[in-house]
Each structure stands twice: as structure tokens, then as C-alpha cells.
């Protein structure tokens, strides 16, 4: 794991505890990244490294091993070619934020969803490229240089969108950037949908994330079924379980009404 983070430290005895009751019989090591250099490991060894840190450190160190990242952006996940690899990653799907958005936007008069993203995230205009649209509603993707500012960028579209995608992406969504653009979009009465809890308190309509448990879960259900299958029984990234949250005030505010039936999984 990453040194001295407690996320990490918490998440990684978890992950221990949750496997010895489970029946896990192989033994299991929690080491920083400097103890871990001094260990001898086995070809054969499934490694987790919770963090960036520890994941761009073991990927170059122990190419050999099977690597299971966890609690990590898609953005961080070191390149691979040959070696066995899955993530288990802390950013959502825009499939599920477009998803939820298209539940609360069905039926209004501003029915387009709209979303912004660095010109150059080529990760996320891959991801967007992929969409399932299959309710048709209107999808719009705003790409913002370098050089623009996201708030004008978005400026100029909300006087006709039904909701605002916020998308991890440090250019666009972040600072002061990401406090404007949600003061805009309630000046606007446009909901906005976010990645993370933090949003709702910012002023977010509604919030899709995984918890720390969440994504706990999921780390020791893969490293149960490699135990069980000599092998990692999914490859590339892995999306953990997810909470949908809604801020009642902010919905009170804009005239929204929250949907009865959601996207899969749990609601608040």
C-alpha cells in the first residue's frame, strides 16, 4: 500500500479481516511499499496495491506478478502488456451519471444532457464514445482546451439543458472551476450530476459513488475467486457496487422530482 496513508492502512486490514473470515488459506501480507522491496515473493503471488503510489511502484518492481490495484483512478493505473491485471477503481462510469440523469430528465421540457471534458482526456472521450443511449435523449459533449475556461465553455449551454454530467477530470472539474460551474448551473435551474459524495454538499443535485466498503467488497471478492481459480477472474477495470444519493433541498429548489425507479444500486 501507499505509505503512511490511513485510508490505505484502514482499507488494507480490512481487506485481511473480511478474507481470513471468509476462509481465505493462503498467507497474507500488509506491507508499505519500502518494507515490500525487502520481501521475497513468488512469481506466482497475487499483489494489491492500494493507491498510486504503491501502484506505479509494484507494477515497475514485480512485472511478473499478478496485479490487483484497488481504491485507484482509471487515470492512474500504470501500463501494462503482458502481466495479468484488474483495478478496482474509485471513479464512476459516465454510463451510470448519464444513466441517472436521463431517469430525471425523461419527460421535462429541457430534456439534454451535457457533459465536459479536457480536449485532450482522451480516456474519457473513449469511455463517452461508447455510450448506451438507448432512451435517446439529447446528449451533448462540450470539449474544453487548454487554454478556454470550463465555467464559459458551459456557459453558453446551459440556458437550454436539462442536466450537467460533472466527470472526474482535473481541468474542468476542480477549484474554483468546479464552484462556479455548480453555481451556473443552479442560477440556471439545471441539476447537476456528480462522482463522489462531496458534490452533494457543493450544491449537486444528485451523487453516484462507491463507499469505502463498497469498493472493500469487491477488492476481497476478486482475490477470493483467484484463490479459487488460480487466476483473476476479471481483467482491466472493475467498477464496485454503488450508492445514488440525492441532496431533498436542492431538489426542492430546482422543482426536480426524484425518480421512484433508479439505475441499479443503493438509493438515498
Not at 444513466?99 to 480536449?119: C, F, N, Q
Not at 435517446?136 to 475556461?149: A, K, T
Not at 463522489?196 to 463498497?214: D, E, I, M
Amino acid at each position: 500500500m501507499s505509505d503512511n496513508n490511513k485510508l490505505y492502512q484502514q482499507a488494507a486490514k480490512t481487506i485481511q479481516t473480511e478474507l481470513k473470515m471468509q476462509g481465505f488459506s493462503k498467507p497474507i501480507h500488509i506491507s508499505s511499499i519500502q518494507s515490500l522491496h525487502n520481501n521475497v515473493l513468488h512469481p506466482k503471488d497475487l499483489l494489491v496495491p492500494l493507491g498510486q503510489q504503491a501502484a506505479f511502484n509494484i507494477h515497475y518492481s514485480f512485472e511478473r506478478n499478478s496485479h490487483l490495484y484497488s481504491f485507484i483512478d482509471k487515470t492512474q493505473i500504470p501500463p501494462h502488456t503482458d502481466s495479468e491485471w484488474a483495478a478496482v477503481v474509485i471513479d464512476q462510469p459516465v454510463q451510470r451519471l448519464f444513466d441517472l440523469a436521463s431517469t430525471i430528465v425523461a419527460g421535462r421540457y429541457r430534456d439534454k444532457v451535457i457533459v465536459a471534458i479536457s480536449e485532450e482526456n482522451q480516456l474519457l472521450r473513449d469511455e463517452i464514445s461508447k455510450l448506451n443511449n438507448q432512451s435517446g435523449i439529447p446528449f451533448e459533449v462540450l470539449l474544453v482546451d487548454e487554454n478556454s475556461q470550463p465555467a464559459k465553455v458551459i456557459d453558453k449551454t446551459l440556458f437550454n439543458a436539462g442536466a450537467l454530467l460533472a466527470v472526474r477530470d482535473e481541468h474542468v472539474w476542480s477549484g474554483e472551476n468546479a464552484k462556479w460551474m455548480l453555481y451556473q448551473s443552479y442560477k440556471f435551474n439545471v441539476p447537476v450530476i456528480g462522482y463522489s459524495k462531496r458534490f452533494l454538499k457543493a450544491g449537486a443535485l444528485a451523487s453516484v459513488y462507491a463507499t469505502l466498503p463498497q469498493t472493500t467488497d469487491k477488492t476481497v471478492q476478486l482475490i477470493m475467486q483467484w484463490e479459487q481459480q488460480g487466476m483473476l477472474p476479471e481483467h482491466g477495470i472493475v467498477y464496485p457496487n454503488f450508492e445514488i444519493e440525492f441532496n431533498k433541498n436542492i431538489a426542492r429548489a430546482l422543482k426536480v422530482t426524484i425518480p421512484e425507479i433508479l439505475p441499479e444500486g443503493n438509493k438515498n
